[in-house]
């Protein structure tokens, strides 16, 4: 291997989850890792089923499907007469 160009390997880097506050430890070229969701708390391995919203994207796509269910579609157009 050629020296010098590979990055620090950090043994005990620690993974912290933002949602739920779990922290664990595994190896990687960081020391910390911050994460939005982790095993402890996502809803594939609780068998839960909740929303984790981090940008307020579930709302605005809610909001846009209540617009669309306002708006009423248009009626077709009829053949033009001859």
Request: proline content about 7%; overall charge positive.
């Amino acid at each position: 291997m050629k020296q010098g160009i590979h990055p620090k390997w950090y043994p005990q880097a620690q993974v912290i989850c933002g949602s739920c506050g779990n922290t664990f430890t595994t190896g990687a070229t960081v020391p910390v890792i911050h994460t939005d969701i982790c095993s402890n708390c996502h809803p594939f391995y609780t068998g839960e089923q909740r929303i984790v919203d981090t940008a307020g994207q579930v709302e605005r796509f809610l909001r846009r499907v209540e617009k669309g269910k306002a708006v009423q579609k248009p009626s077709e157009k009829k053949p033009a007469a001859k």
